[in-house]
């Protein structure tokens, strides 16, 4: 074969892994972006929505303040 040929080839295959590399490489940045972005998006929801402890406490100490009254009506 001619040696030409082969390097002139062999240019051309290189030139197109690079290309495919840097493609890959967009598409795995361009989803972990956006991967990070909504793992932000879901953290600052969880923050600002969960209730407080006072509130957990003021709902159990009402739910057992309504079966105590339940139980306690009842056994009469």
Same mark, same amino acid.
């Given at each position: 074969m001619d040696e030409t040929k082969v390097d002139s080839r062999?240019?051309?295959?290189e030139t197109k892994v690079g290309f495919i590399a840097e493609d890959i490489k967009d598409i795995k940045?361009?989803? +972990?972006?956006?991967?990070?972005? %909504?793992i932000e998006?879901?953290?600052k929801k969880m923050s600002t929505?969960?209730?407080s402890w006072s509130v957990a406490?003021?709902?159990?100490?009402?739910?057992?303040?309504?079966?105590? +009254?339940?139980?306690?009506?009842? %056994?009469?």
């Open positions: 062999l240019a051309v295959v940045d361009n989803h +972990l972006k956006k991967i990070y972005e %909504k998006c879901i953290i929505q969960r209730p406490w003021i709902i159990t100490f009402l739910s057992s303040a309504t079966v105590g +009254l339940l139980v306690l009506l009842w %056994k009469k």
